[in-house]
């Protein structure tokens, strides 16, 4: 038997009243892939953040390769052996990848010998782990998954027995994070230590040897993949049985409510974001986009929106033009029954140092319900935002508190009763479960196919192949700004993977 | 990433972090004076005394205070905008036109209280035009306001220059100030209203606009917390990206937030100009815009705050200026590195003691109940 890589025993971690880390104990065999699942708010990321440095724990014990250490800032985890791969990358966008594997570790005044000593090393990993990584390309030319590698390079050049990886695969391709997985194993095979923190269960039974479920703080159960369930797990994480696919039935389509005709937008560089798009949107139908993120739907959304300019074409709600590519004007277009879901709740849904109930009314702060005269109508603001937090579950049920003090999936929640409690006909929605747990991710879904249902029209865009297959009554598929393909609900992932990494000619592809 | 500090309950956010930073500043204020060969203690004894030993130090010290309430929320509310309104000092200064213009213009025909509403709009509605140029900028031409807003204090400064040296200054006079109003263009004192809590004053610049500052502090807060238009400009000063979102419209925000900013710093012209001199004279603002920044951050740009910190400002002043009289090694400059010590540690240095209180919180926190909720871990 593998001897112990790492060993927490005991550890405890609060913030104010908040018991974010309670008694965790985890032991971790050199040489494996260990996941660690739980919903947002389980207390994944504290613990992984004691572990590298970041926070210190009240208390409890960290032992690595058997031995207690002390982990007070980064510098020491790296010391350690313990490398971190964040979800948003730390990197340098600017800089050679050689450039940013050296940052940090620079060694003298003149960059010439840690730069040849770095380009020595490189070309070792490479050749033991199949990291292949232009030394000289600058990082922000590169695809994402390649800025992936280079973090990854970051923390073995520094010489990590121990990996963390947080989230690694939000940002990649199918075929991507195939490749992540491939050098995992590889890593694996040469007696790293990995541990992935995920909240795709998939991805946990394909590549970990065992998994650690943590629930409010504690760490619930620890398994060896072999032995358990996708089921088995999302039951652990939120404590009760979870639909990991919600129900969905037929439903007659009715008439255009929104119409992309030839839509092009640049973005402030002049870059083309979107190229000549073209759909429509029917009453009682979810129109999916699927694609890898930063292939233009994120501007398709927010041109939609009304919130970004388009360069050319027309959008039409309700059979009237949108004025989008002169002033269209976000609250006349919530004002005619257009609902937006934005992708980025923290900066843009929602204003996060608001208290909850004044997040309420973001962006229907003009509905005569909650004003009276110039003043708002604080009761009345308050008891509606109360309504919400009733019907919608939002925990905890305060609507006095700070929205940053929410958890990702109760955010989510408030910007999804806000909008769709005004009754909206259309309603666009993007990437409405990211970072949300999976007992919220169930609840969302519900809603958004009862929307359908109600005979209003979806346009869903989001990043998570498996949410558009589930919900998408049809898909349209993103790349590069264009549409590249159109399917029904029923397309297989391997398909859409294809289509969605830029191969339009299937055969050619098969 | 996690939050790393626990939410600090609010006593200790508003009180005890202020308090801390200013226990720190007046150590190292008395190190200074020690340095120059007085005694710290008796020092700060003449100057409380100096602040508020008697009716008459005290009403000199609210005096001061009145302008630092007008200066201090001017900034505060373009703070909740996102805007770093520094022309305080200019747009109080090109105030004081309006407050002239309106006393030399009705000082004779008109009572003092009909005088006076028709001087805060001139007032307000001179120091609004003047921020607005700069916020016009910043909305339509992308130009920034710091930028803008410094370079049009030495415009305001020029410009009253000129004026008063030229237009405004009677033909007769050698001294660049207008002429003395009439008492329809004078404000009633409010001595009184020390004598009411028994202190004696015979005579002092301390006057009605000290009220209509406090009115403003309380306008202020009903504008912010309690109108639609309030919300607007918070949600524009936290999250562009979020009121370009909600359909509020940037331009429109910028230019009103500072049109009120504006407003409020040109009415801190009405205390010198209306309410103690009587006339308009060269740089009757003396500093009070800048003066009005660290009031802002000092109270956290809330009027509960701004009040208690313009009156510790107001302080400053008069109490410097008994010391400055009282010791011969403590000059008049010797006080502007004092108040400029408070100024460093409760403003500019805020959260030099944040991180440590707050860790302090946190490992009392376990045991304590509270709402001092954070989320533990953020999408």
Redesign the interface.
């Known amino acids: 038997m593998a001897e112990t890589a790492i060993e927490l025993v005991g550890i405890n971690k609060s913030f104010g009243a908040v018991h974010a880390n309670r008694d965790i104990h985890l032991e971790i065999p050199r040489g494996t892939i260990h996941g660690i699942v739980g919903e947002n708010g389980a207390g994944k990321s504290t613990l992984m953040s004691i572990l590298y440095g970041f926070y210190q724990a009240d208390s409890g014990e960290i032992r690595v390769d058997g031995k207690p250490v002390t982990i007070a800032t980064p510098n020491d985890a790296i010391a350690t052996g313990i490398g971190m791969v964040h979800q948003h990358f730390m990197l340098v966008q600017n800089f050679t990848v050689v450039e940013n594997v050296i940052l940090g570790a620079e060694g003298e005044a003149l960059l010439n010998s840690s730069i040849a000593n770095a380009r020595s090393e490189l070309a070792r990993l490479e050749r033991e782990y199949g990291l292949e990584v232009a030394p000289d390309a600058i990082v922000e030319e590169l695809p994402v998954g390649l800025q992936q590698r280079v973090e990854i390079l970051k923390a073995l050049y520094r010489g990590a027995e121990i990996l963390i990886l947080d989230e690694p695969t939000g940002v990649l391709t199918p075929a991507e994070a195939d490749h992540l997985f491939r050098i995992l194993s590889q890593l694996k095979a040469e007696g790293k230590t990995i541990v992935l923190i995920t909240h795709k269960l998939r991805e946990i039974m394909a590549i970990t040897d065992n998994v650690s479920v943590m629930r409010q703080g504690q760490m619930v159960a620890t398994r060896k993949t072999a032995d358990t369930s996708v089921e088995e797990l999302a039951e652990l994480m939120v404590g009760r049985h979870v639909l990991l696919r919600v129900e969905k039935g037929e439903k007659e389509r009715g008439e255009v409510k929104l119409s992309v005709k030839n839509l092009t937008v640049k973005d402030s560089r002049g870059v083309t974001m979107v190229s000549d798009v073209s759909f429509d949107v029917r009453a009682g139908e979810i129109v999916g986009i699927a694609g890898v993120a930063g292939n233009g739907q994120s501007e398709l959304l927010e041109t939609i929106a009304g919130i970004r300019k388009a360069q050319s074409g027309t959008v039409h709600l309700d059979g009237a033009p949108i004025d989008v590519t002169g002033a269209a004007d976000p609250a006349e277009l919530r004002a005619r029954g257009l609902a937006h879901v934005p992708e980025d709740r923290h900066h843009v849904g929602l204003v996060l140092s608001f208290e909850e109930y004044e997040n309420s009314i973001l962006g229907y702060h003009d509905d005569p319900a909650y004003l009276k005269g110039p003043f708002l109508d604080i009761e009345a603001i308050r008891a509606d935002a109360r309504a919400k937090i009733a019907s919608y579950d939002i925990r905890p049920a305060n609507e006095r508190l700070k929205t940053a003090n929410f958890s990702g999936g109760n955010q989510q929640k408030i910007v999804l009763a806000r909008e769709i409690e005004k009754d909206p006909g259309v309603l666009i929605v993007g990437q409405p479960t990211r970072g949300v747990d999976v007992g919220a991710i169930e609840f969302i879904h519900k809603r958004l196919i009862a929307m359908r249902d109600a005979g209003k029209a979806v346009l869903l865009i989001s990043v998570e192949l498996d949410e558009i297959r589930a919900l998408s009554d049809r898909i349209l598929v993103i790349f590069d700004g264009r549409i590249v393909g159109e399917r029904d609900a029923g397309a297989t992932e391997g398909e859409l993977g294809l289509l969605m990494a830029g191969v339009e000619n299937q055969e050619a592809a098969e | 990433?996690?939050?790393?500090?626990?939410?600090l309950p609010a006593w200790a956010d508003y009180g005890l972090i202020p308090f801390f930073n200013l226990v720190v500043a007046f150590v190292v204020a008395g190190l200074v004076v020690l340095l120059v060969g007085e005694n710290p203690f008796r020092a700060a004894a003449i100057m409380v005394e100096g602040a508020f030993g008697s009716g008459r130090n005290i009403a000199y010290t609210l005096f001061y205070s009145t302008s630092f309430i007008f200066t201090g929320l001017a900034v505060a509310v373009a703070f909740h905008g996102g805007l770093f309104n520094i022309g305080g000092e200019g747009q109080a200064y090109i105030g004081g036109l309006g407050v002239a213009l309106v006393c030399l213009s009705f000082d004779s025909i008109l009572p003092w209280w009909l005088t006076f509403p028709l001087a805060v709009l001139g007032a307000a509605g001179i120091g609004a035009a003047w921020a607005f140029i700069p916020a016009y900028l910043q909305a339509r031409r992308g130009s920034h306001i710091v930028i803008t807003t410094i370079m049009f204090n030495f415009i305001a400064a020029s410009l009253m220059v000129y004026l008063l040296v030229g237009a405004l200054k009677p033909l007769s006079s050698m001294a660049p100030q207008t002429r003395t109003f009439a008492p329809g263009g004078q404000l009633p004192k409010l001595n009184w209203l020390i004598e009411l809590f028994g202190g004696t004053v015979r005579s002092s610049p301390f006057n009605l606009s000290f009220l209509l500052a406090l009115f403003c502090a309380f306008l202020v807060w009903?504008l912010i917390w309690?109108?639609?238009?309030g919300?607007?400009i918070?949600?524009q000063g936290?999250?562009a990206?979020?009121a370009?979102?909600?359909?509020?419209g940037e331009t429109r925000i910028v230019l009103v937030t500072m049109m009120v900013s504006g407003a409020l710093a040109g009415m801190m012209a009405l205390n010198p100009v209306m309410g103690d001199q009587g006339r308009l004279q060269l740089d009757f603002v003396a500093g009070a815009g800048f003066v009005g920044i660290a009031v802002a951050l000092m109270g956290r740009s809330h009027p509960a705050g701004i009040v208690p910190a313009a009156i510790l400002f107001g302080m400053l002043y008069q109490g410097g200026a008994e010391l400055a009289f009282e010791m011969p090694n403590i000059s008049r400059d010797m006080i502007v590195i004092i108040q400029g010590l408070v100024i460093l540690f409760a403003g500019a240095l805020e959260n030099m003691f944040r991180p440590s209180i707050q860790t302090l919180?946190?490992?009392l926190?376990?045991q304590?109940?509270?709402?001092?909720?954070?989320?533990?871990?953020?999408?």
């Open positions: 990433m996690s939050t790393p500090y626990a939410k009903l309690r109108t639609r238009l919300y607007e918070r949600t936290f999250s990206k979020a370009r979102y909600a359909g509020i919180f946190a490992s926190g376990a304590s109940s509270g709402v001092s909720a954070s989320s533990s871990e953020r999408a």
